[in-house]
């Protein structure tokens, strides 16, 4: 990946289109020697053709190097192109959905289609081909979870500290009470007891707001 990665950001997945996609350029070259050497009575001749056409098939190969998906704790990024590039980032807060599927041959070989939904602005884009869909579906829903989970314990962290600071030892009892209902919330949101919307709904109930 040509993509520099952001302080504390870490490379979850790394996958590329499924090597399927290399069988029908390499098969037409290969069918193309095997008639040059067959038909062409000259061999220095037909050994220069097929050389030449090999640069196809190459050219193929970089193209499928270089299109690739990676995963991070923080975005997915989609790069593409080797001479010249393309590189598109989804951040893993923007992505509203990630839906994969298979057809009979894609489960045996091992590829399918991942269709990334992503905020308004940034719209639907479907990923075909991609090796191993359920793995990169898995690791982006997964990603999504531990950083969901970071957001609310850096937020919990910080809604402590900031009460703490204007504890005075008039009002200190109610402050450290709303400190301490505000870690129990958290706990219930990490366990599944408590729903995002309503860990929510009772932080703000608690804070006035």
């Known amino acids: 990946m040509?993509?520099?990665?952001?302080k504390d950001e870490k490379l979850l997945l790394i996958t590329r289109k499924h090597?399927?996609?290399?069988v029908l350029p390499v098969f037409a070259w290969l069918l193309l020697a095997a008639l040059l050497l067959w038909l062409m009575t000259d061999y220095t001749i037909a050994f220069i053709i097929i050389l030449v056409t090999a640069i196809f098939p190459l050219?193929?190969?970089i193209n499928w190097k270089y299109n690739l998906w990676a995963v991070t704790n923080m975005r997915v990024v989609d790069e593409s192109g080797f001479f010249t590039r393309y590189s598109k980032e989804s951040p893993l807060d923007k992505i509203n959905n990630v839906e994969y599927d298979q057809p009979i041959?894609?489960?045996?070989?091992?590829?399918?289609?991942v269709d990334i939904q992503t905020a308004a602005e940034m719209g639907e884009t479907k990923y075909q081909l991609i090796h191993h869909p359920k793995l990169l579906k898995d690791t982006i829903t997964h990603a999504q979870e531990e950083y969901k989970k970071t957001q609310i314990t850096s937020q919990a962290t910080q809604l402590a500290q900031a009460i703490a600071k204007n504890i005075n030892p008039a009002t200190?009892?109610?402050?450290?009470?709303?400190?301490?209902?505000?870690?129990?919330?958290f706990d219930l949101l990490q366990k599944g007891a408590l729903t995002q919307e309503e860990y929510a709904a009772q932080k703000n109930k608690l804070l006035g707001s």
Do not use: C, F, V
């Not at 090597?19 to 290399?22: F, P």
């Open 2 to 6: 040509r993509t520099q990665l952001k």
């Open 19 to 22: 090597w399927i996609q290399m």
């Open 105 to 113: 041959l894609g489960r045996i070989l091992g590829y399918g289609n």
């Open 59 to 61: 050219i193929e190969y």
């Open 172 to 185: 200190a009892p109610s402050q450290q009470m709303i400190a301490d209902e505000l870690h129990k919330l």
